[in-house]
């Protein structure tokens, strides 16, 4: 489960950083660029999941590996905060560190 002090952006916190209208948003998460959680009211994603003013590059394969493996946003986003430990930290730290093979690779194994 990802830890209380996780900061979160709502979709107008997210078209004021990416400097993208709420339509073009909304495409990245269609588009599966970035993953949200409504479990705090609004839809939201964690701030980790946005780099430079842009969705993390690395994340979309690493989303739709997860998801075509079932899981559901809310557990994309719990797995991608939580520490995982054959990489010896959370792999959206891995991601953000550019370590995108290794997650992918762990994250195949959850199918």
Same mark, same amino acid.
């Given at each position: 489960?990802?830890?209380p002090?996780?900061?979160?952006?709502?979709?107008p916190?997210?078209v004021?950083? *990416? %400097?993208?209208?709420? +339509?073009r948003?909304?495409? /990245?998460? #269609?588009?599966?660029?970035l993953?949200g959680?409504?479990r705090?009211?609004a839809?939201?994603?964690?701030?980790l999941?946005v780099?430079?003013?842009?969705? *993390? %590059?690395s994340?979309? +394969?690493?989303?739709?590996? /997860?998801? #075509?493996?079932?899981?559901s946003d809310d557990?994309v986003?719990d797995?991608?905060?939580?520490?995982e430990?054959?990489?010896?930290?959370?792999?959206?730290?891995?991601?953000?560190?550019?370590?995108?093979s290794?997650?992918?690779?762990?994250?195949?194994?959850l199918a």
């Amino acid at each position: 489960m990802p830890t209380p002090e996780v900061e979160w952006l709502t979709l107008p916190d997210l078209v004021e950083i *990416l %400097g993208e209208p709420l +339509g073009r948003v909304h495409r /990245l998460f #269609d588009e599966q660029h970035l993953v949200g959680s409504r479990r705090h009211g609004a839809l939201a994603v964690p701030a980790l999941f946005v780099k430079d003013a842009q969705p *993390l %590059g690395s994340l979309r +394969g690493t989303i739709i590996v /997860l998801k #075509d493996a079932g899981f559901s946003d809310d557990e994309v986003i719990d797995w991608l905060l939580a520490e995982e430990e054959s990489i010896g930290r959370s792999p959206i730290a891995a991601l953000r560190d550019g370590h995108k093979s290794e997650v992918r690779r762990i994250a195949r194994t959850l199918a």
